[in-house]
């Protein structure tokens, strides 16, 4: 029998023992480990960063402080700085969550604490361990800027960026304090399996100082979920593009693409005896086929010569084709190596998966969502995740105004079939309610972007537009003092919902797709894409001037904000959301009605704008004129003015459309005439 320690009777072993195992099952390490870690690491102490941040807060951003938002800045780093001891310690990773409102500065914060981190690295060189940060953004263009401020800041070259458009070096990667990724820069686009991913990622935590111990996520978590879907169609084509002598090269993987079309087939027979509904096709590990390497396959298949294969002799076809056959054996190699679903999209039969991008065991993970309470991926994440309380009183928008107007049909499909009646209604009612010195921001589905008129069209002193999945975080438009949100970003309902639950909870049963349940939540599909819609418009407010703050209780300049939402408790509870995320709100009615007659829309000359938002957002390859004209509403003297305007290389619009990689086709007078976009 084991002797007990001097001092202790068996009740206070006993309880010794659980107090123990109970620190380890909530992952808090042990208080001294914890003291000690503090006099062995690099750390950065909060009342500096708050101090700098203050600074940076209103020298450069010219933003009024508060005591809220010290406070506030204090949890941020107190929150960092937990991620780090507790990495440093070996606990398991718990994702914080940090859901500071939208102009308080958390991504400036981070910015500072990066490079204030790197400061303390050298200045404590040889006396302290160092720490290294991995921060993750969604775009490219955003990692940039951050590294670029990061270093401003530091005042030396202490971050880098790795991602596809500039591929850090090793030596980079080992030195620098701070690399800053996009998701994809550990996901190489021609490597889906889940070892691969799994070695990128090595690639990027690791550095001269050992493992980086703090990752910070720079966004909505729920953009970091790949979804994968592959449809019996697309296959079909894939594998019938694949010539004899790749077929005999790599009959393994030629095999695995004709054993899943099959796979599909015969769920899509059950699935019509059934009624039509989703029902899993395998578990995680139990793919009957097998997982399968098509890298090399891939390959192979991107330099197939696919224009000759369909009798044409054209360069960007070519490309156009190899992209989308890529894709789809990008998305039959996800399945294949995970767990998968059937389901129908329409009448196509699916076959879909999802991963978390950024892995849940990543070094000292912290998440900067502004919209975090209305997201509910948090709550999918359990005990694996934890919200850090906001301090009371940061924002407060007593100042803006939300025009609320109650519709039916503001989901994508609809707002395309009725756009030519819905935007010069929409413009001509904002013409009368805004005066002319009004900066107005638009935001409306990509579809149908073009459908909004050149600035130079419209009665305001600036306009700007964007639409949706290109919106969040962004900063571009911080000067307007109006903002429009027209049409509202709804997920597909079929695998969205499935594809989030997924990727957090693990895949679910037949009986979960039926009739999807989480904690008691009845219509657990439903409450799931307005809670994604929700955070998406909140968003999508808040790139206008109410993202500044002007005083000390977090007051912003006036604004106006219009939006049409549905009718019903849908738009309550997105209404509510709105509300809740953005105290002191002013809220009333927009009698707008986007259905009645329709209102005549008024062309200044041929479109500029309109052409590069329409082709900026089309897919590559070839677009007829005839299309053009159709989408732009333009009669047919005005598409022949355009025409002879593209003749001209040197014309504005000609050479914008060159930037764009697209360029103007005709055959002569009465011949063919089309833009044709190449692929990226």
């Known amino acids: 029998m084991a002797r007990l320690p001097r001092g202790k009777t068996k009740h206070a072993a006993s309880h010794s023992a659980a107090m123990k195992a109970s620190l380890h099952y909530r992952n808090l390490p042990n208080m001294t480990d914890l003291i000690g870690l503090h006099g062995q690491y690099a750390l950065v102490p909060p009342q500096a960063f708050a101090a700098r941040l203050t600074n ?46 939208t102009g308080s500065g958390k991504t400036l914060g981070a910015k500072v604490y990066a490079a204030l981190q790197a400061e303390q690295n050298t200045a404590t060189q040889g006396v302290k361990k160092p720490v290294g940060i991995l921060i993750v953004t969604r775009l490219i263009s955003q990692a940039d800027e951050v590294v670029a401020a990061i270093n401003a800041l530091a005042g030396s070259e202490v971050a880098v960026a790795d991602h596809t458009d500039h591929r850090a070096t090793q030596e980079q990667l080992n030195e620098r304090d701070i690399l800053v990724i996009t998701h994809q820069a550990y996901v190489n686009a021609t490597q889906t399996l889940k070892a691969t991913r799994d070695g990128k990622w090595q690639r990027v935590i690791n550095w001269r100082g050992g493992m980086r111990l703090l990752t910070i996520i720079d966004e909505a978590l729920c953009n970091a979920i790949e979804e994968s879907q592959v449809t019996a169609d697309n296959l079909s084509q894939a594998i019938g593009y694949i010539p004899h002598d790749l077929r005999t090269t790599y009959t393994t993987e030629v095999a695995a693409l004709e054993s899943l079309h ?39 298949m991107s330099k197939l010569p696919y ?43 699916t076959l879909n998966s999802s991963a978390l991008l950024v892995p849940l065991d990543a070094p000292g993970p912290v998440v900067l969502d502004a919209t975090a309470r209305e997201d509910f991926i948090y709550e999918l994440m359990g005990d694996r995740a934890v919200i850090i309380p906001t301090p009371p009183g940061v924002r407060d928008y007593s100042s803006v105004t939300l025009h609320v107007a109650r519709i039916t049909g503001i989901g994508k499909g609809t707002m395309v079939e009725r756009a030519k009646t819905r935007f010069p209604r929409l413009i001509e009612d904002l013409t009368k309610r805004l005066t002319p010195d009004r900066s107005v921001f638009f935001c409306v589905h990509k579809a149908v972007e073009h459908e909004l008129p050149d600035a130079g069209e419209l009665p305001f002193a600036n306009t700007v537009k964007a639409h949706w999945g290109a919106v969040d975080g962004s900063n571009e438009y911080a000067n307007c003092d109006v903002a429009v949100i027209f049409g509202l970003p709804y997920r597909d309902r079929a695998t969205f919902p499935n594809n989030v639950f997924f990727a957090l909870q693990g895949p679910q049963g037949d009986d979960w797709l039926d009739q999807p349940t989480w904690k008691g939540q009845v219509n657990l599909r439903e409450h799931m894409i307005r809670r994604q819609v929700s955070a998406s418009v909140i968003q999508a407010i808040n790139r206008i001037r109410c993202r500044h703050v002007t005083d000390d209780r977090g007051g912003c300049p006036p604004a106006d904000v219009f939006i049409a939402l549905p009718s019903g408790d849908q738009g309550d509870d997105i209404l509510a959301a709105i509300r809740r995320e953005m105290p002191g709100l002013q809220v009333v009615d927009w009698p707008f009605e986007p259905d009645g007659p329709k209102v005549h829309r008024r062309v200044a000359g041929t479109p ?16 007829s004129m005839t299309a053009v004209a159709r989408e732009l509403g333009l009669k047919q003297d005005a598409k022949k003015d355009l025409q002879k305007n593209l003749r001209n290389e040197n014309h504005r619009t000609t050479l914008a459309l060159k930037a764009l990689g697209v360029t103007y086709l005709s055959t002569g007078r009465g011949g063919k005439s089309e833009l044709v976009k190449e692929a990226a």
């Not at 490309?319 to 998305?331: K, S």
Request: a neutral charge; glycine letters at 6%.
């Open 56 to 101: 940076e807060w209103t020298t450069a951003y010219h933003n009024v402080p508060s005591a809220a938002l010290r406070a506030l800045w204090t949890t941020m780093a107190n929150t960092y700085q937990d991620a780090i001891l507790d990495t440093a310690a070996g606990v398991p990773p718990r994702w914080r969550i940090l859901w500071p409102p």
């Open 262 to 300: 099959q796979v599909m087939r015969h769920h899509l027979g059950i699935s019509a005896d059934s009624g039509g509904g989703a029902r899993m096709a395998w578990d995680q590990g139990e793919c009957p086929i097998g997982s399968v390497d098509l890298s090399a396959l891939r390959a192979a």
């Open 307 to 349: 224009d000759r294969l369909i009798g044409k002799a054209d360069e960007n076809d070519r490309r156009c084709m190899a992209t989308r056959i890529d894709q789809t054996l990008a998305a039959a190699e996800a399945v294949l190596d995970r767990w998968a679903y059937f389901t129908l999209k329409g009448k196509l039969p």
């Open 608 to 623: 500029h704008e309109r052409l590069l938002t329409f082709m900026d957002n089309r897919a590559p390859g070839r677009t």
